[in-house]
């Protein structure tokens, strides 16, 4: 089973019941990694989670499904590809935060923390707790001076940069604290085994309490640990965690260099398929030369290789596409901006018509002699614009760029641009 990856694993266990038993943690957690990408991502999440036993340790299919996850397992709906970080589930942001409110947030400047604060920060230092943030916290103003001088003394003793000001005779005292975000309440998968955040928010409360007021001479550490007793957390050195944490650290070194090899075959695959289209490109331009009889106009087809450029350029409007080769003139390369994309589409008949147009052009523009005046330049949305010059070729070009466009299924406002360059061409005066 070892060789087979985390799909192919998932869907054999879903069918048989033998090799659902077969089926352990280490085959289930190197499937993942070997996957690469969001499997390892999510497996990072999973490996600090239960280095720190602050999640229910995953069965080995569950963690199957958490590397082949591709949507929000409560809606069904939200595109998730990995674990939510701190939580162990694969929840997408709407149900965490909007939706369902599945996590909530520890305000400390509310009840409980606000009746014993001391109390308080001792269970959230104690707590396995892996997902925390910091953030600057104001001090209530009701607090007393004591509750303050408590604050502060305890952020000079973990270090915690804080500051007071004064302004209009109120005094305000800030503090850089950890903003703690915790699962809302607990939740069991279909086979009723529970998953994700052992500590909640509603228990959050109850253990405050309990270490506020203590039973005998019980220490907050004690009440800590009978408080995670009575709610079914498992034990430190239970077999779930650590063969997950065993299994991580034998295979994700050869995961990640798995991961960049084929990153690598990647890149390469993209540079000969680059290559290959910058080859097509100059055999057209060789094809259409052949076609031109004159070599003065022949030369005008002299071109250079576009080093940077890529099959896909993705714009905020549309998605455009680069040519391999640009040409010395520029009202060639107006002429050929669809042809150079797509070469290999044009066929013999195609490529005598753009031959035929190069050589009336060319003859038109040796013709009237004034080529000053054809002035290019590209708007904001990478469309060409002309001047209104009154040269004939400006005009042709300009419409013949775009008709070209047209047949090679041109953007929408590429298209919208023409219509409207068109309608003020319109008022040319043709020479």
Same mark, same amino acid.
């Given at each position: 089973?070892?060789?087979?990856?985390?799909?192919?694993?998932?869907?054999?266990?879903?069918?048989?019941?033998?090799?659902?038993?077969?089926?352990? $943690?280490?085959?289930?957690?190197?499937?993942?990694?070997?996957?690469?990408?969001?499997?390892?991502?999510?497996?990072?999440?999973?490996?600090?989670?239960?280095?720190?036993?602050?999640?229910?340790?995953?069965?080995?299919?569950?963690?199957?499904? +958490?590397?082949?996850?591709?949507?929000?397992?409560?809606?069904?709906?939200?595109?998730?590809?990995?674990?939510?970080? /701190?939580?162990?589930?694969?929840?997408?942001?709407?149900?965490?935060?909007?939706?369902?409110?599945?996590?909530?947030?520890?305000?400390?400047?509310?009840?409980?923390?606000?009746?014993?604060?001391?109390?308080?920060?001792?269970?959230?230092?104690?707590?396995? $707790?892996?997902?925390?943030?910091?953030?600057?916290?104001?001090?209530?103003?009701?607090?007393?001076?004591?509750?303050?001088?408590?604050?502060? &003394?305890?952020?000079?003793?973990?270090? =915690?940069?804080?500051?007071?000001?004064?302004?209009?005779?109120?005094?305000?005292?800030?503090?850089?604290?950890?903003?703690?975000?915790?699962?809302?309440?607990? +939740?069991?998968?279909?086979? /009723?085994?529970?998953?994700?955040?052992?500590?909640?928010?509603?228990?959050? +409360?109850?253990?405050?309490?309990?270490?506020?007021?203590?039973?005998?001479?019980?220490?907050?550490?004690?009440?800590?640990?009978?408080?995670?007793?009575? =709610?079914?957390?498992?034990?430190?050195?239970?077999? /779930?965690?650590?063969?997950?944490?065993?299994?991580?650290?034998?295979? $994700?070194?050869?995961?990640?260099?798995?991961?960049?090899?084929?990153?690598?075959?990647?890149?390469?695959?993209?540079?000969?398929?680059?290559?290959?289209?910058?080859?097509?490109?100059?055999?057209? $331009?060789?094809?259409?030369?052949?076609?031109?009889? &004159?070599?003065?106009?022949?030369?005008?087809?002299?071109?250079?290789?576009?080093?940077?450029?890529?099959?896909?350029r993705k714009n905020k409007i549309t998605t455009i596409s680069e040519r391999p080769i640009k040409m010395s003139k520029w009202w060639i390369e107006c002429l050929l901006n669809s042809a150079l994309k797509c070469p290999s589409k044009l066929n013999a008949l195609a490529i005598k018509q753009l031959a035929t147009e190069i050589k009336r052009k060319a003859n038109n523009t040796l013709s009237s002699g004034d080529n000053a005046s054809l002035i290019v330049s590209q708007n904001r949305n990478g469309v060409i614009e002309y001047d209104y010059s009154e040269n004939y070729l400006a005009i042709i070009c300009h419409k013949t760029s775009f008709r070209m466009h047209d047949s090679l299924s041109m953007s929408h406002q590429a298209r919208r641009m023409s219509h409207r360059n068109t309608r003020h061409n319109r008022n040319?005066?043709?020479?």
């Amino acid at each position: 089973m070892s060789f087979l990856n985390s799909r192919d694993l998932l869907n054999i266990i879903q069918v048989s019941k033998y090799m659902q038993q077969s089926l352990t $943690i280490p085959i289930a957690v190197k499937a993942v990694l070997m996957k690469g990408w969001y499997g390892m991502t999510s497996m990072e999440d999973l490996y600090k989670l239960c280095q720190k036993r602050s999640i229910y340790p995953p069965d080995p299919e569950r963690i199957l499904r +958490i590397g082949e996850a591709k949507r929000c397992e409560f809606c069904l709906e939200g595109r998730v590809k990995h674990v939510r970080k /701190g939580y162990g589930v694969v929840a997408c942001w709407k149900c965490t935060n909007n939706k369902r409110r599945l996590s909530r947030r520890f305000y400390k400047d509310r009840a409980p923390y606000t009746f014993n604060p001391t109390a308080c920060q001792m269970v959230l230092d104690l707590l396995p $707790i892996y997902y925390r943030c910091y953030d600057e916290r104001k001090l209530n103003t009701s607090y007393s001076e004591e509750v303050i001088k408590s604050e502060i &003394d305890w952020a000079k003793r973990e270090n =915690i940069p804080w500051r007071r000001t004064e302004r209009y005779g109120d005094t305000n005292t800030y503090i850089r604290d950890r903003i703690t975000y915790f699962w809302a309440k607990q +939740i069991r998968d279909k086979r /009723g085994n529970r998953i994700g955040a052992i500590v909640t928010y509603d228990w959050l +409360i109850n253990l405050c309490e309990q270490v506020a007021h203590p039973f005998g001479s019980t220490s907050p550490h004690e009440c800590v640990d009978e408080f995670l007793e009575n =709610i079914g957390n498992p034990p430190y050195d239970h077999p /779930g965690y650590n063969e997950i944490i065993q299994a991580y650290e034998l295979n $994700i070194n050869l995961a990640k260099e798995r991961f960049f090899q084929n990153k690598d075959q990647q890149a390469l695959g993209r540079d000969r398929y680059n290559m290959r289209r910058i080859k097509t490109a100059e055999k057209f $331009i060789l094809r259409l030369k052949n076609e031109l009889d &004159d070599p003065a106009i022949s030369y005008l087809l002299n071109y250079r290789v576009n080093e940077n450029f890529r099959w896909f350029r993705k714009n905020k409007i549309t998605t455009i596409s680069e040519r391999p080769i640009k040409m010395s003139k520029w009202w060639i390369e107006c002429l050929l901006n669809s042809a150079l994309k797509c070469p290999s589409k044009l066929n013999a008949l195609a490529i005598k018509q753009l031959a035929t147009e190069i050589k009336r052009k060319a003859n038109n523009t040796l013709s009237s002699g004034d080529n000053a005046s054809l002035i290019v330049s590209q708007n904001r949305n990478g469309v060409i614009e002309y001047d209104y010059s009154e040269n004939y070729l400006a005009i042709i070009c300009h419409k013949t760029s775009f008709r070209m466009h047209d047949s090679l299924s041109m953007s929408h406002q590429a298209r919208r641009m023409s219509h409207r360059n068109t309608r003020h061409n319109r008022n040319f005066r043709r020479v």
